[in-house]
């Protein structure tokens, strides 16, 4: 019991400095650094920033995310969902829709290749835990994405940035939150749009 | 010994070997090209021609000595080393065989670590490699681990900034933005450690008990900080000012050990500290005395034994009178 308590703890503070740093920078860039001041100054926090690869209490993440939800006067589950969408079209974090579109050539294989997304997290960060997810076909063009994590931004940023990534590969979806670990993807077109550009090269920096 | 037996013979045809082996060479029994797979072509370019010879698309790195494809597959069993005679950068590791019955060799090859390089060369898409291939997460890897440093850079940077502010903030008299007492016993040690020549005054406000009894502690401090202005001023970059108690400074003047000069900075500072200054209407009056010593004036300069004297000298001024600064010559202690 001790160790799966343990285990629970390690888990929970990785991501919740992941989602804390998405959530800041998505404030920051979008209401500037005032408003993400007063989310600090009103979580009562001694600092201002988050650093992704340092842990935070397990549970933090929702905290904050419900101040910021105040602080914008917006729900919080739509702050959480712009955080996801915002981490894969933000420009300066271009780093990480390139590591999501390695996932396959077409939005199935992306879909897929999440199933993958732990193991290949820890290739680059042994010690890095993200909450497992399975992808589920359940019928034709329509998926079924679960994801157990204690946070429920967890689920709340997939969508969004499930949604972005969908128009990067330019498929039309419609990406609903069914239930807590559930997620829906059901592709009305999978070549809606153009896809935006991928060259397997990384940007000349 | 075990010979195995296929019932079934491999049969590819040229797209399904397209798709298994994108990087394939099919040659016939004298070592010239037969068929490219595509990713090969895109590699070898204008050299992928029909009937072209072994050894003039390829360079061996190994094994050693050999140049034909018949050398090659009779020195080093079916592994070998290529690099390609066009220029590109970019190493190839490969696999060959005779065909039974035709005589044809087939080589299937890959980029193993120059793979990043090709990839840029070459603009080569997820297309050009086979589903099996792990390419795409040496690709992944590579940018995750790139991220990755980026990250801990940023964090290293950020975490000494941050230290950085401490020490500075551990380090500073926030009423004065002068140094406080734990950096002027720094500053003393290492240049005592260093036996450094410096000179060393020792202030103390005079009058200011009376400033702060009759207008107030918030007039205590307004002239506290206007002290700790003019020793900015009249101080340079390599000098340390520090309050080292409620109205007592010390002044470590880096390479200043000719005694005028030592007596005319501190006059000078006793002088624009003298000047009245004026707090919500009210004009407070206080003045200085200084001791001065000099690291020369022992024989081995030490921190404690410097202020001590620094200390008499202070006292001496005071005796003779305040606002005025007394040099203790302390040779022979």
Redesign the interface.
Known sequence: MRDNLAAETVLGSDMDALLLRSLQGYVIDTFGAARWQMVCRRAELSIL?F????RYDPGSADRIGRIAAEVLGRPVEAIWEDVGTHLVTNPDRE?IR??LR?G??TFADFLYSLEDLPG??R???PDLELPDVTVDEVGEDRFELRCQSHLGATQRVLVGLLTAMADDYGALCLIEAESADCTSILVLDRRHAKARRF????PER | MQTLHFEDRIELDSAASAQFMPMHLLLDAEGRAISYGPTLARVLQADAVPGARFEDLFEVRSPGGAVTIGQVLARGGNRFRLLPRNGLRVGLRGLGQSLSGSGRILLNLSFGIDL?AA??DL?????DFAATDLA??L??????????TR??RG?NL?LEGARMAAEEEAMTDPLTGLRNRRAADLVLERLCAARAAFGLLHMDLDFFKAVNDTLGHAAGDFVLSNVGRILREQLRAEDCAARIGGDEFVVILAGRTEPKMLQMIAERIIARISQPMEFEGQICKVSASIGIVRSLDLAVPDPVQLLAAADRALYAAKHAGRSRAVLLVTRGE
Do not use: K, Q
């Open positions: 920033s650093e992704p690869m340092l780093g390139r590591l390695f396959g050539v290949r997290a290739l680059a960060m060259d397997l090269a990384p | 990043i990839v840029r603009a080569l898409t997820d297309a795409m997460e690709l992944y890897m590579a940018e995750a681990n790139a991220a990755v990250e801990l964090l950020r």
